[in-house]
Each structure stands twice: as structure tokens, then as C-alpha cells.
């Protein structure tokens, strides 16, 4: 179990316009896999906050939402989400028993993880992701608050 974030986990990466990037220098669990800043781990977890935020005061709801992406509730939205967007545009139908049987969540091989708090600090997330169910393709999956707003594969 992750201890919560504080301020001197990330450091300042890159201003871009409005928007501060900021990157994790330590190790953190995510999906059961580790991000962090050590050579050995290609994985990111990025931050991004834009200028009419305060670091200091997002780091709470932070931790919050980190938590619930996390969690089984957000799990097992996600297979829904995704069960509803292959059915919606192939001929396969998939039920969620279905992942949970090939353990397609525990076979997400994440690669990019980016928060950001917005201009009234609301939080989102883009999380880019293989899975084994579409080879060769990134599973981009997107939230606003609390709610998947997008699941589409790019490439």
C-alpha cells in the first residue's frame, strides 16, 4: 500500500503556457506496478497543474483520486467501460466475467500515467496502456472526475 504523495515526491519538470509538468522522484505502485524516477523503471507518472492552482492545495484530492484509480470500484469500471466500447464497434462481444477470467486488468502493461489538474481543479487522467487483447495497439484510457470519459487504441 502506497503512503500518500506529499509535495517533495515531485519535482518541477517543465512549464508549458499555463501548465506546470512535474515529475515523481520516488518509487510508487500504480495497477500493482512501480513508477518512479530510477533508471530501472521505464514507466512515468506524470503531474500536471495548471497556474491557477496551488500545489498545495491539490495535494490532497491528489492522493484522493490516485486512490480510486486504484481501487476495485474504478477497476471494475474500467472493464465495463471497456466491454461497452469493443461491443459498441466490433462483431466480438465481450462480457466482463470474460476479462476477469483472462485477468485482461492484471495484464495491463502501463506505460504513461498522467494527472492533471485543470483551471478549477477538477482532476482527469490519461493513462496509456497494451493489453492483450489488441496487440500492437495503446489502449488510451482518459477520466474526468469520476467517470471514464474516453477508452480508444491508438496505432
Known amino acids: 500500500m502506497n503512503k500518500n504523495l506529499t509535495e517533495n515526491d515531485f ?12 515529475k515523481l522522484n520516488k518509487t510508487y505502485v500504480f495497477w500493482g506496478r512501480a513508477f518512479g524516477k530510477y ?4 514507466e512515468t507518472l506524470e503531474l500536471s497543474i495548471h497556474k491557477n492552482n496551488q500545489f498545495s ?3 490532497v484530492p491528489i492522493n ?12 471494475n469500471l474500467l472493464m465495463n467501460s471497456f466491454c461497452e466500447h469493443i461491443n459498441g464497434y466490433s462483431d466480438e462481444k465481450i462480457a466482463v466475467k470474460t ?7 492484471d495484464s495491463l502493461d502501463l506505460h504513461r500515467v498522467l494527472l492533471t489538474v485543470g483551471i478549477k481543479g ?3 487522467v490519461n493513462i ?5 487483447h489488441n496487440n500492437g495497439h495503446i489502449l488510451d484510457i ?8 474516453e477508452i480508444s487504441y491508438d496505432g
Not at 519535482?11 to 512535474?22: L, S, V
Open 99 to 105: 476479462l476477469v477470467a483472462n485477468k485482461w486488468f
Open 122 to 124: 477538477k482532476l482527469s
Open 57 to 59: 492545495g491539490c495535494i
Open 39 to 42: 533508471p530501472f523503471i521505464e
Open 142 to 149: 482518459e477520466t474526468f472526475e469520476d467517470a471514464i470519459s
Open 11 to 22: 519535482e518541477q519538470d517543465k512549464t508549458m503556457g499555463d501548465w506546470q509538468k512535474y
Open 128 to 132: 496509456s496502456c497494451a493489453d492483450n
Open 64 to 75: 484522493d483520486y490516485l486512490k480510486w484509480l486504484n481501487s476495485d470500484e474504478f477497476k
